[in-house]
Structures are given as C-alpha cells and as structure tokens.
Nanobody, 115 residues
Framework: QVQLVESGGGLVQAGGSLRLSCLSS????????MGWYRQAPGKQRDWVGL???????NYADSVKGRFTISRDNAKNTVYLQMNSLEPEDTAVYYC?????????WGQGTQVTVSS
C-alpha cells in the first residue's frame, strides 16, 4: 500500500512559478517511477511528466522547458517546479506511482493561474 500526499498548490498570476511536492509513504520510493498528472475542469486527466528511479525525466510537450520534476529519496518526496505559468495550466495536479500493476494517486492539489 502506498499513500501519496500532494501540496504546494495555490493561486498565481500568469508568468509566475509554483513548486508542488508529493510525499510518498513506504520503503520502496527510491525504486519507483513517479509521475505527475493534471486535470482541468471538464477535461480528462492528462500526463504532465515523470521521473524514474535513476532521475531520468520525461515531459509532455505542453510543459517542456517550463516544468521540472525532481526527487529527494531521503525525504520520499517528488517535486514539480512550474515556471512561466499560463492560465491553461490551471488544473488539479496529481502525483502517481504504480506497484505490482496497481496505480496509486494522491488527493490532488489545485493550481489556478490568473491572467
């Protein structure tokens, strides 16, 4: 069983920055690939990016160059640094991991970007 808790969301003006955090329970965090997703009102949940256990990252085209994912294995935490935010980035942001075929999700954190 894995529990994920996101934090760091809020209201920011366009062009601003936010850093989201996702704290993971369990002892296998350091071996886990961690993903970030987002869901805007009335839309499907979209993949934002991921970081694997070696620290390799991959991003959706819509956020490439603006968002950065990092991890701190000592703190069981993965981060999503979001820069140059746009109103289109407004969504609930979720972190995700998968173990033995089971997807685990946090409760999400709201990010609102005003124009």
């Amino acid at each position: 069983q894995v529990q994920l808790v996101e934090s760091g969301g809020g209201l920011v003006q366009a062009g601003g920055s936010l850093r989201l955090s996702c704290l993971s329970s369990g002892s296998i965090f350091r071996f886990s690939t961690m993903g970030w997703y987002r869901q805007a009102p009335g839309k499907q949940r979209d993949w934002v990016g991921l970081i694997d256990s070696s620290g390799n990252t991959n991003y959706a085209d819509s956020v490439k160059g603006r968002f950065t994912i990092s991890r701190d294995n000592a703190k069981n935490t993965v981060y999503l640094q979001m820069n140059s935010l746009e109103p289109e980035d407004t969504a609930v942001y979720y972190c995700n991991t998968k173990h033995f075929g089971t997807d685990y999700w946090g409760q999400g954190t709201q990010v609102t970007v005003s124009s």
